[in-house]
């Protein structure tokens, strides 16, 4: 599988760097610029689609995933949060007929931290739904929603890794943990930049990382843009 080569083919000296599209035209962008395959956030399309983030009818997410999957020709793999309640086999028949080859699967549901020994069981649930077709990056959320202990991450990391995971991914990790996060698991490790301000990804490399995604800082950039230009061609016409 493409996708899965280039995660083997990454390195922490040149990771995987995987923009993040929220429809079909940003995913063309992304393409016509080189990069081999993309990673939708949530954040993103939920914000293009009219709603808040974790706020989108799975219908609606799953239906955006596929049109930004049917506009390129690389590799597409979905944030589908913590799988909005659909059982494995569901959740899998579905992705799989948005075409997408990946998927984030997070650890938290309502901002609340799920039990460890539960989320491996649905981990490994999915991955016996999806067999070999499909990149699970497993989220985990100790960082964002839960105590930010790094034994409770590093715990957390090796259940969904021994139950099938292929990925890591510990969201809002301080870069300094990266090593140590890095060193405990033998996938690769997915590392964000979600602000301009955090390291680059070629930073993040050699913290660990070997997968890079920005969440929805591209489409709040591309909106902050949008923003500017406007206010530049003029006030806006008075409705009195």
């Given at each position: 599988?493409?996708?899965?080569?280039?995660?083997?083919?990454a390195?922490?000296?040149?990771?995987?760097?995987?923009p993040?599209p929220?429809?079909?035209?940003?995913?063309?962008?992304?393409?016509?610029?080189?990069?081999?395959?993309?990673?939708t956030?949530?954040?993103?399309?939920?914000?293009?689609?009219?709603?808040?983030?974790?706020?989108?009818?799975?219908?609606?997410?799953?239906?955006?995933?596929?049109r930004?999957?049917?506009?390129?020709?690389?590799?597409?793999?979905?944030?589908?949060?913590?799988?909005?309640?659909?059982?494995?086999?569901?959740?899998?028949?579905?992705?799989?007929?948005?075409?997408?080859?990946?998927?984030?699967?997070?650890?938290?549901?309502?901002?609340?931290?799920?039990?460890?020994?539960?989320?491996?069981?649905?981990?490994?649930?999915?991955?016996?739904?999806?067999?070999?077709?499909l990149?699970?990056?497993?989220?985990?959320?100790?960082?964002?929603?839960?105590?930010?202990?790094?034994?409770?991450?590093?715990?957390?990391?090796?259940?969904?890794?021994?139950?099938?995971?292929?990925?890591?991914?510990?969201?809002?990790?301080?870069?300094?943990?990266?090593?140590?996060?890095?060193?405990?698991?033998?996938?690769?490790?997915?590392a964000?930049?979600?602000?301009?301000?955090?390291?680059?990804?070629q930073?993040?490399?050699?913290?660990?990382?070997?997968?890079?995604?920005?969440?929805?800082?591209?489409?709040?950039?591309?909106?902050?843009?949008?923003?500017?230009?406007?206010?530049?061609?003029?006030?806006?016409?008075?409705?009195?």
């Amino acid at each position: 599988m493409t996708f899965r080569a280039l995660h083997h083919r990454a390195t922490t000296d040149a990771p995987l760097i995987l923009p993040g599209p929220w429809d079909a035209a940003s995913a063309r962008v992304f393409t016509d610029a080189g990069f081999p395959a993309l990673a939708t956030p949530s954040a993103g399309v939920s914000a293009s689609l009219g709603h808040d983030d974790g706020g989108t009818p799975p219908h609606e997410m799953f239906a955006a995933v596929a049109r930004i999957v049917r506009a390129v020709d690389v590799p597409v793999s979905a944030d589908i949060e913590s799988g909005y309640g659909l059982a494995p086999a569901e959740l899998v028949e579905r992705l799989l007929e948005t075409g997408a080859v990946g998927c984030n699967l997070e650890d938290s549901d309502a901002g609340r931290l799920l039990d460890p020994a539960h989320q491996a069981d649905r981990l490994a649930a999915v991955r016996a739904a999806a067999g070999p077709e499909l990149f699970l990056n497993a989220r985990v959320d100790t960082f964002v929603h839960g105590s930010g202990d790094l034994d409770d991450a590093v715990a957390r990391a090796r259940l969904y890794v021994d139950a099938g995971a292929d990925g890591i991914y510990p969201i809002m990790a301080p870069p300094e943990l990266l090593p140590r996060l890095a060193a405990a698991v033998d996938v690769p490790l997915n590392a964000a930049a979600f602000h301009p301000d955090d390291p680059s990804p070629q930073e993040l490399g050699r913290l660990g990382a070997t997968r890079v995604t920005f969440g929805p800082r591209l489409f709040r950039e591309t909106m902050a843009a949008a923003r500017d230009l406007v206010q530049r061609l003029g006030p806006a016409p008075s409705t009195g």
